[in-house]
Structures are given as C-alpha cells and as structure tokens.
C-alpha cells in the first residue's frame, strides 16, 4: 500500500531519525486520539500527529454523489462500509450534490457541483439522478477529468452514449453504466440453465407501477430488460415496436419484436400501470424444453449495488481485462442502439424495421 504522511517538521524529523519514511508497510488512525502507528521493518513506531487529517491515502478514490433518492442513498451506504478487503475500500465518500437543500445524509454533507468540480480530492461522481439529466451530469464531471459512475441507461440516444464515451476516452477516465440486473442470483442461475440450449422463440413481460416523471421512453427506462435479452441471447435486431398510452390513468404497454442473429423471434413487453406489480414474466422455449419461470436462486451474501461498486472500484484500479472493458462497452451501445430504434419506431406510428 502507497501512503504519504503529510504531518508536522517535528512529526517528519521524528519519523527521518526513526529511519520509516522509505518502507511504511501499514498505517492507522483514529479520529479520536490522533495516533498513528507505523510499521516498519517490524518495529512499531507511535507518533502523535496533530490531526489524523493530516494522513492522505494518495491511492484513495475521493467521490461525490449527485442525486439523492433511492440509488444515491445506497450508494452512499455502500461507500461507507465497502465489502471488506475488495476494491471498492478505495472510495471514500466527500460529499454529495442535490437541487434540494438537505441535512446530512449518513453523515455525509452536501456539497455544491463547482466545489466538486474544483476539488482535487474528488475524482469521482456517481450520477443517481432522473434519467433524463444523467448526459449533463456526466458530461460536466468528465470535462472535468473526473471517473463517472453512472446508473442505466446512461443517456436517452445512442449517439449522446457514444460522444460520451469518446469523452470519457479523450479525458482517460473510467466510465462505468451500473447494470445491478446482471448481477442478481435469478438472473446468474437462468444464465446457467440456459447454457447450451438453442432458442426457438420468447418472451420476457415486465410489469410494475407508473414511473415518476425524467426517466424517458420505456425502451430506455426498462434497458435493464432489454440487457438481459442480449446477455441471454447475444446482439438483436429491432422488427417491429409500438405503444400503447393513457396518460390520464398513468398507464402504459410498449411491444417490441426483436429477433436473434439465428433468426429466432423474441417479444419484449414493457407494461405500467398504477396497481401492476414489478414482475418479469417469461417464456423461452427451446429445443429441449420449455421455461416459463424464473430458477429459484439462493439470495447472496454481498448486495447488487456492493457488488457493481466493487466492479467499477476495479476498472478505477485498471484490474479489468481490456477484452472485458471492451465487450461491456459493446454491449451497452448495442442496448442503446436498440432502444433508440424501438423509440423511433414506436413513434413514427408503428411501422416495422422493413418499412421505415
Ligand atoms: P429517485 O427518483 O429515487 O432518485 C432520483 C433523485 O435524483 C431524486 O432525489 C432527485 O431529486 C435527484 N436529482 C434529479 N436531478 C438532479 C440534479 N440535477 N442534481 C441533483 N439531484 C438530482 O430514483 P432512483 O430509483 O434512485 O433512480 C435513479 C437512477 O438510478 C435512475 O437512472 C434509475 O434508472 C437508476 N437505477 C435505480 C435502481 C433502483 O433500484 N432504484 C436500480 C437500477 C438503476
């Protein structure tokens, strides 16, 4: 572990005479009494700093979150006990940003965007936001040479996600969209039971409440399901798409004919409505069986938004294969892609991907 001791002339002559300013192998410190213990060369050497302030952890990630509702709360929650020994103990939250004018959040305090964006000690933000201010979010902190974690979708086209991702490229920083549907143990073991088996033809119907307003057309705001068709069952081509609307009951119904590089037909249906529950129904037959439910899979132990926080830790630390940075990438985009065609197509009054 890299550390600089930033402490007094008299901290730093005790610790020169004490021989420890070359190997310092471990370093603690408590808020309270100041004390920092270095180890060096097996011996343990006390010090009294003045202000436990004065350590800096260079190889620390310092973070902001923007937008305080459900996803921003646990993100925060996650900063301050990252899963033990995993990457994600590199972040340590500064402060967060909201429209609103609000308390400490798990004791951590607002700060406004120009601060964050000045501050050295900041490198990172997470944007929790509506979906529909997440591009000018992550545009401001990656203009500013800041690593972003972004939760889906990222944009609400596929050409706002490429220029975003050429930015964050140009500027040499991570830029990560939170996929936590990936990660979840229903989805892990239906992968699992998918392996191998050739698809005929599916559904996947996914109902829930109405969504509150800033979170797009369906096709963008429900990408998680559209990702986990492709992760299923690779790139997918956009046949037909349409919608159905009542505004005035909060009520909604998009229907998409996708289909597979194979040629085999995929219905994707995203259905809301005040008193629908949040399920996701489907149907996949194969050439061996037929699957019209979700595997039961054992909850894990570590948390879905933990688990992307220890993801996006170690892009942050470069210790994610190229070739794996890269097939995220793709998949993202072609998401997006997908998406953006569905949203053209539902709205050009319903053609299909032929006609248009
Ligand atoms: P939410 O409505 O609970 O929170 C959004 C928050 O962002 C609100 O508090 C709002 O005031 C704030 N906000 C909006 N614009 C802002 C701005 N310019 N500056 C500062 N704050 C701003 O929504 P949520 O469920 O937390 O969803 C947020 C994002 O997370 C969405 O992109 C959503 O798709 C994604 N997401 C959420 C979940 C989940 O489980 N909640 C899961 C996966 C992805």
Known sequence: MRLHVLCTRHTQAVLKKKCVMKVVTQLY????????????????????????????????FGSVVVGIGTAGFV????????LPSSAAEKLSVKGFISRRTLEEQQGVKQITIEDALRRDDIKVAFVCTENAVHEENIRTFLEAGKHVC?????????????????????????????????????????????????????SLHFTGGPLKPGFGFPAFSGIARLTWLVDLFGELSVTTASMEEDQENKYMKMTTQLMTKEQKPLTWIEERGPGLPRVKNINFRFDSCTMTQLPPAAREPVGLFMQDLVLFSQKLLGQVPRDQLHAERHRVLHCLELADRIQQLSQQGQGSAQDA
């Open 29 to 60: 410190h408590s808020d309270k009494s100041s004390t920092v213990a270095v180890y060096s060369h097996k011996r343990v050497i006390c010090v009294n700093l003045l202000s436990s302030r004065a350590i800096q952890k260079v190889d620390m």
């Open 75 to 82: 993100r925060i929650r996650d900063m301050l006990a990252p």
């Open 150 to 202: 972004v939760e889906y979708p990222m944009a609400m086209t596929y050409k706002t996600a490429v220029d975003l991702w050429d930015l964050a490229q140009e500027k040499g920083v991570v830029l990560h969209e939170e996929h936590i549907e990936l990660l979840t143990a229903d989805f892990k073991q239906l992968k699992k039971d998918i392996a191998g088996k050739k698809l005929e033809e599916g």
